[in-house]
Each structure stands twice: as C-alpha cells, then as structure tokens.
C-alpha cells in the first residue's frame, strides 16, 4: 500500500531519493512468513520504514543529497539501519535532504526540494524534510531522520508529525556520514508519539562501534508514551523557556504552544516560568561549532575514496590535489562550500581562541542554562519552530534569515538533551509543533508529557 502512496503522490512531494520496490515487498513477505508462524521479530516486524539518505545501506544507493556522492553504494549498513533490518522493517527506500543535512527546507538538496504535503508551495522542513514529507504524506508510517540542529523536530513541527531527538549517545552514529559529530543524533519520525517511542527502543541502546554511545537505559519509553497519553501528567514541573517564546514567534504558533501548556495545567502538571539566559547566543556559539566540526569531516571527500571524481579542464596529467579542487567545486553546493569556508576559518590559527573557544564557552554556559532549569523543572517547552512552513524560495538567499528557523531547537543539541516536537495543530492552516526537552538521559519524560499534549 505505501509502495503504491509513492507511486501515487511522489512526483508531486519527492520525499524519495531512491525506492526500493522489490527489497520492501521481499523483506514484507519473508516478514509474513515469520507472523505466521508466531515468530515476529519485533513489535514493528513487517512495517515499513523510510530512511534519511544520510545513514549508510548496505547495497542501496547513499549520497547524502550531494553530487559529490552520486552513484555510491556503501559496503556497510549503519548500526540503527541493522537493527531496523534484524528487527524485520521493510526499508522503502531513502528520503531526500539538505546537502549534509546542512539547512532547514530540504531545498539545498542537490536532486530539487521536496514539497511539504500539506501545500505544495511550501517547504516541509530541513534538514530532513523528506523524511517528514513521507510520513506525513502517508508514503511511508515510520522514517529515520538526524537532528544536529533541529533536523528532525523542525520537519516534524512543520508537517504535523512528531519527531524525537534522543540524548546524545542514546542512539548509535555509526553509518550516520557525520555533519557535526559532537551534535549529530539519529532519530524517529512519525505519526504518533506511542510509534515513536517503539521505533526508539529498536533503534536505541548501546553500540561498541560508536565510541560516545552511552550504555545506560534511558526509561521506559512505551510505558511512558502510554502514560502520558492516558493524561497522566500529575505533579510534573513543566518549565516555560522564557527566552523560547513571545517575540519573534508568529502569533499563530504562540497561541496553539500557550493551549497545549493549558492542556497539561489542566491534567494536573504544574507550570513554572524558568529563564536560560544564555539561550540567545546559542544560534552564533551553533553556527560556528558545527560548520568547524563539518568542514572537518567533509575533507574525506578528496576524490579519490568516494563517490564521483572530475577532472579539471585543460590539464594534462592532473595532480591529486587539481582533481580534489575541481571534484569539491563540482561536487558540493553553496550551502556547503559556505560552512567548510566558515568552518576552516574559524579553526584557523590566530582566530581559535576568538570564534571556535568562545562558542565552545558559550555551550558551557548553555549546559549550565539546562541545569539550572532542570532543578525548577522536570521539563522545558517552546514552540519547536518560530513560524509555519514558509514559502519555497522565500528564505533561499538569506542564510541568516534561514538559521533563525533553529533558535528553539539548537540548545538541545549544544547540550545533549533529549527533545520531541508533537503537533499542536494548525496555525493560520499550517501544522505548528510543540517541543518537549528533559535532562539527559531522561528521554521517558519527552514521551510522557508528549503523548499527553498529542
Ligand atoms: N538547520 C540546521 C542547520 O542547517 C540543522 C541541521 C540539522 O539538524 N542537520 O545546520
């Protein structure tokens, strides 16, 4: 049915990048022979899932929207693509995004934008639109996104689907092809928190391959979305970013965040206001880690491991180094040639100290931000994003005006701690999303005050 959604409605969305027809309908009937013999694998054994291109699949094309990997199959499956595989979840196929995830409306992609299902005209999200554009278009009931700076609750908020990112650690990165490695998370997006959770759990947990994965349980996180979707919320410390809400926030998306507070007030939570002060230099203190962070991690791209490799006009017998300059000129888009630029200066000596050492100062601040709130609150809640879905094109030359889109999510991500964007319904027609963060390790209670505000 969802390979036949694709066909449907795709060329009008273009979630996907590559589908997999006949891989999903092998793995559905081998998924069909295992139920019937009463040996399910797993809760989530014969449904579909999607998969953001940017985690790697044995066997199935990988470019990470970007030319320079066009036509790469990588020899190994990512950890989290593993177990959605031992735990019998057919794979559709992989879901379009920014080039290297860098962006927040899918239309750095280097194959065209994807379209946000509810209007056309308008953007689903990014980086991982294509992953929330397919659930929310019903092409697929599950998708993987990653979330270095809102990634996968941006999209979420903004095709009324819900998104989790999970504590830093919590799900493995190995096969995840690294944007910011200090920042980078994998996880669910779909339809309903109670999904989400069980698609967690699957996913979650620890990985010897990946040296920051975190060999702790983080709670319970099905009992917890079945709890909080009974309404019980009683007795917990909701804390209200100051700093999250107000200005700058379309008064649409301000007024479904104030009811969805008002729902959990009335379920027995008690609402406290708490202040992060530092929570407004998070975006500069984020624009300069990660592009440091990724233009490090993009030099594997040299031309001669991965992917295509051009030859520069006119010469000769090129050397290595002409045929990494004219391959990366080809190979990567604006977006990304801007934030290795960014990224290579701000690492470069003499300007360390100024830009790479003072953003790392300020994640400190910030995680200090977090502690503080976490003892008034046993949860913090904003609006994910600042607006709807805007325009397609509307905020394409205006880098900055495009970052603003992350304000609310990026703190999470500078710090560690576990975040969830649950719809909130529609403002001015367009889905807003609501956002849930708990201290590390406490990815239960995103879920429970989640599914409670669902
Ligand atoms: N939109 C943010 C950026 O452009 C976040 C991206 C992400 O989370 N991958 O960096």
Redesign the pocket.
Same mark, same amino acid.
């Given at each position: 049915a969802h390979l036949e959604r694709i066909a449907v409605v795709d060329a009008a969305v273009h979630s996907f990048l590559h589908v997999d027809a006949e891989g999903a309908l092998a793995a559905a009937e081998e998924s069909d022979a295992r139920r019937a013999r009463g040996e399910a694998a797993s809760r989530l054994d014969g449904v579909p899932i999607a998969v953001k291109d940017v985690l790697t699949t044995k066997g199935m094309p990988t470019t990470c929207g970007s030319k320079i990997l066009e036509g790469w199959v990588p020899p190994y499956d990512a950890t989290v693509v593993q177990r959605l595989r031992a735990a019998g979840l057919p794979m559709l196929g992989k879901t379009n995004m920014d080039e290297f995830?860098?962006?927040?409306s899918t239309e750095h992609s280097a194959y065209g934008p994807t379209r946000n299902p509810w209007d056309l005209d308008r953007i689903p999200g &990014? @980086?991982g639109g294509g992953s929330a554009a397919a659930v929310s278009a019903f092409e697929a009931p599950l998708a993987l996104g990653?979330?270095?700076? &809102? @990634?996968i609750r941006q999209p979420a908020a903004v095709t009324g689907s819900v998104g989790v990112k999970p504590t830093y650690g919590g799900v493995s990165r190995y096969g995840l092809v690294a944007?910011a490695n200090s920042l980078d998370q994998v996880g669910p997006v779909t339809r309903t928190v109670l999904d989400a959770a069980l698609l967690h759990e699957l996913i979650g947990g620890h990985d010897p391959l990946d040296s920051t994965s975190i060999d702790q349980p983080m709670g319970d996180l099905v009992a917890a979305a079945q709890q909080g979707a009974a309404g019980d919320v009683r007795g917990l410390r909701v804390g209200v970013v100051k700093e999250l809400t107000g200005e700058g926030y379309q008064a649409g998306v301000q007024e479904r965040f104030d009811e969805a507070v008002a729902v959990l007030v009335e379920a027995g939570a008690e609402v406290v206001e708490v202040s992060c002060p530092n929570f407004v230099h998070a975006l500069a203190a984020y624009y300069l880690i990660?592009p440091s962070e990724a233009s490090s991690n993009l030099a594997r791209f040299d031309a001669m491991r991965y992917g295509i490799r051009v030859l520069p006009d006119g010469v000769d017998a090129p050397s290595a180094e002409e045929v990494m300059r004219a391959t990366r000129d080809a190979g990567f888009g604006d977006e990304v040639k801007r934030r290795i630029i960014l990224g290579t200066y701000a690492l470069s000596s003499g300007y360390y100290d100024a830009y790479y050492g003072r953003a790392q100062q300020i994640r400190t601040l910030i995680s200090q931000d977090f502690a503080a709130a976490f003892t008034q609150a046993d949860v913090l809640v904003s609006p994910t994003a600042p607006t709807t879905a805007f325009k397609l094109g509307e905020k394409l030359d205006d880098p900055v005006a495009m970052y603003l889109?992350?304000l609310a999510t990026i703190p999470a991500n500078l710090a560690g701690v576990p975040g969830i964007s649950v719809p909130s319904g529609l403002a001015d027609g367009l889905p807003a999303g609501f956002q849930v963060l708990a201290p590390a390790l406490a990815d239960d209670r995103v879920y429970r005050v989640g599914a409670a505000v669902e």
């Open positions: 995830a860098m962006g927040s &990014g @980086s990653t979330d270095t700076g &809102g @990634s944007m990660m889109n992350d």
